[in-house]
C-alpha cells in the first residue's frame, strides 16, 4: 500500500492506540474514532503524536474517506459504521494484519477458546530464558502495532483472540498453535458453532509447507474440522489419551514425550510448575514450540518447572482459618470453569455469573454434583445459573465482590476452598475481567 493514504482506527484502546502510533510513524494520515469516550492515558499519546481523534461519536463522512480501516476487536462487525464501510468496499482489518505489514519478526501465534494467555506467557517465558530476542502481545501486554512501531525485535508471541482474526487477510502465523475450541462469544457469531470454529482456524490462514500448525489432537471439535480446511503447514499435534508420531504425548509413566526433528525428549508432569490436566496440554504447547525452534532441552526442562502462572487464573490469594480462596476470574466461559472445578481436590464453594456468553453449563454438572457444595452467584442476571444448578447443589444470589466473599466464607469450612471462576463475562459489575479479579482480592483480604 502507498503511504501519505488516510487510514481510519475504530476503537481507541491498548489495539486502537497502537495501529494509530505505527500508521503515523508509516506515513499515513491518520483519524481515530471511539463511539465511546477516549481514556486520558490514551489520548495523551494521540495528542503526543499529533493525531486527529474524536470520541463519543462515529462521523460517518470523515471516517468513510479512508483507503482502509483498523477495527478494534471489540466492536462487533454488526455496527453501522462497519457496515457503512464494506458496502464502500473500504477494507476493514485488524490491528494484528495492519501490524503484521511493518515487521520482519518471526509470529509464533496462540488461540483457543481457554488457555491462551497461560500458553502465550509460558513460551515467552522458554524463548526470553533462551536469550531471544522476542516481544509479546495481542491479548496480553503492549499492542502488538505499537512494539512494532517502537522495537526490533527477532520473535513475537501473540495471544489472538477469534475476534483479532476476523481482522486477518494476509497474515501469516509462522508457528500456530490451536489449543481448543469449545463454545464461547456465540453472540457474536449468530450463535452458531461451527462460526466460531471458522474463526479459530483462521490462524492457519496463509501458512505454507514452511510453517508449523500445533493442535490438540484430543479436541473433538478441532479434528472434526480438519475435513473442511486445506492445511499447508506441517502439522504437529499434542495428546494425552494417544501415542503420535511427532508432536507430543503423555505416556504410562506420566512424563511427557517430546518428539519433533527426530530428537525426542521426556520430562515428568510432576515436575511441571503449573497443575491441573488443561496444563498438561498448555505445556505440551509451548514446549513444542520450542523444539520446532531448536532450543535447548535443558532451557525448554528448566522453563517448564520455574514457570509462574498468569494472575487471574487459578491464581492462589490466601488461606483465612483454614480455607483456601482462589482467584479465577480469567474463566470467562464454561470451559475454563470445567479445568478449575477439575483440577481441584476439596470442598468447593464456587461463586461465578455475570454476562451470560449463550453458555449451556450441561457439561458441568458432574463436576458440580461431586465437588461443590455451595454456588454463590454474583451478577445483575442469575437466572440462568439458578435454572442449572438449582437441583444439584443450594444456590445464593448475590450483586457484589464484598458480598459474595463474605457469604462464601460463612459457607466454607476448614480444608475446604473458595473459587472465584465465573465462567461469563464482567460487564454487568465490572470493568473487565482484571477488575473483578482484583475486586475478589481485595473483599479476601479485608475478611
Not at 477495527?71 to 503484521?100: H, N
Not at 456468553?357 to 439458578?386: P, Q
Amino acid at each position: 500500500m502507498s503511504k501519505n493514504k488516510n487510514i481510519a482506527i475504530l476503537g481507541s484502546g491498548e489495539s486502537g492506540v497502537g495501529a494509530a502510533v505505527l500508521a503515523k510513524k508509516q506515513g499515513f494520515d491518520v483519524f481515530v474514532s471511539d463511539f465511546g469516550k477516549i481514556k486520558e492515558e490514551y489520548k495523551a499519546v494521540l495528542e503526543k503524536e499529533n493525531i486527529e481523534w474524536e470520541e463519543g461519536a462515529h462521523t460517518l463522512e470523515r471516517i468513510l474517506k479512508a483507503s482502509e480501516i483498523i477495527k478494534s476487536p471489540g466492536i462487533p462487525d454488526k455496527v453501522e459504521v462497519v457496515q457503512k464501510a464494506l458496502e464502500k468496499s473500504i477494507p476493514v482489518i485488524s490491528e494484528i494484519e495492519f501490524g503484521s505489514r511493518f515487521t520482519k519478526a518471526k509470529l509464533i501465534c496462540i488461540t483457543g477458546s481457554n488457555g491462551k494467555t497461560t500458553t502465550t506467557l509460558l513460551t515467552h517465558h522458554i524463548l526470553k530464558k533462551a536469550g531471544l530476542n522476542v516481544g509479546i502481545a495481542g491479548n496480553v501486554g503492549d499492542s502488538f502495532a505499537l512494539q512494532v512501531a517502537n522495537e526490533d525485535y527477532d520473535y513475537y508471541i501473540l495471544e489472538l483472540s477469534s475476534f483479532q482474526l476476523d481482522g486477518i487477510k494476509k497474515f501469516k502465523a509462522d508457528i500456530a498453535i490451536l489449543l481448543n475450541i469449545t463454545p464461547d462469544h456465540l453472540d457474536r457469531y449468530d450463535y452458531k458453532f461451527e462460526n466460531y470454529v471458522h474463526s479459530k482456524f483462521k490462524i492457519t490462514d496463509n501458512q505454507t509447507k514452511e510453517d508449523f500448525f500445533i493442535y490438540c489432537k484430543d479436541d473433538k471439535a478441532i479434528t472434526d474440522a480438519f475435513a473442511n480446511y486445506d492445511l499447508a503447514a506441517k502439522q504437529l499435534p499434542f495428546s494425552i489419551k494417544e501415542e503420535v508420531s511427532e508432536g507430543a504425548f503423555l505416556n504410562e509413566k506420566e512424563e511427557i514425550v517430546f518428539n519433533t526433528k527426530n530428537q525426542p525428549q521426556t520430562m515428568s508432569i510432576h515436575d511441571l510448575a503449573l497443575n491441573g490436566k488443561h496444563n498438561i496440554y498448555n505445556s505440551m504447547a509451548a514446549g513444542i514450540a520450542s523444539k520446532v525452534l531448536d532450543l535447548r532441552k535443558e532451557i525448554v526442562r528448566e522453563s517448564l518447572t520455574d514457570f509462574q502462572n498468569v494472575a487471574h487464573r487459578l491464581e492462589h490469594i490466601c488461606y483465612v482459618n483454614g480455607i483456601e480462596f482462589i482467584n479465577d476470574s480469567k474463566a470467562t466461559n464454561v470451559n475454563a470453569v470445567w479445568f478449575a472445578l477439575e483440577s481441584i481436590n476439596k470442598p468447593i464453594v464456587w461463586i461465578a455469573g455475570g454476562v451470560d456468553k449463550g453458555n449451556d453449563y450441561e457439561e458441568l454438572l458432574e463436576l458440580v454434583k461431586h465437588k461443590v457444595k455451595a454456588l454463590v452467584c454474583m451478577g445483575v442476571d442469575n437466572s440462568k445459573l439458578v435454572a442449572a444448578f438449582g437441583d444439584v447443589v443450594n444456590v445464593y444470589e448475590t450483586s457484589s465482590a464484598e458480598e459474595a466473599v463474605k457469604l462464601s466464607y460463612k459457607l466454607a469450612e476448614k480444608d475446604e476452598l473458595v473459587l472465584l471462576s465465573p465462567g461469563c463475562a464482567s460487564f454487568d459489575l465490572f470493568e473487565n475481567y482484571e477488575d473483578r479479579g482484583l475486586e475478589f482480592r481485595k473483599a479476601v483480604r479485608a475478611l
